[in-house]
């Protein structure tokens, strides 16, 4: 089996990126659902790689010509996700930033008043 020079760039992504959610996972910024998550994120990228002809059934069943095609389709779809998530995360964020403030705010005055 030989590979192409992208599918070796790849698999070295992927098992960087392997490596890289095992370190936050042993430093216990992700959770165990974040990094089981991930982890078969990568994992299915590496598997995509090395046997890009296993997703031609799918390609022919969404009615897609090329798998290429459809892998970018899918990617669309993920950072469109991720943006969203990451949109609602930051807003949920700012929020409570702006709670804390507020109610460290009226306790100074309260204070000061004293």
Do not use: C, H
Not at 5 to 33: C, D, E, P
Not at 80 to 85: A, C, G, V
């Amino acid at each position: 089996m030989s590979f192409l020079g992208i599918q070796i760039i790849l698999i070295a992504f992927a098992l960087f990126m392997l490596y890289i959610t095992f370190i936050y996972k042993r430093k216990g910024v992700m959770s165990n659902i974040g990094f089981a998550g991930w982890s078969f994120l990568w994992a299915l990228l590496l598997f995509i790689t090395i046997f890009p002809n296993s997703l031609n059934p799918v390609t022919k069943v969404v009615k897609v010509i090329r798998v290429m095609d459809l892998i970018m389709i899918l990617t669309f779809m993920f950072l469109t996700l991720l943006t969203f998530r990451n949109y609602i995360s930051l807003n949920e964020t700012k929020r409570k930033l702006e709670e804390i403030v507020r109610s460290l705010t009226l306790e100074k005055s309260a204070k000061k008043r004293k």
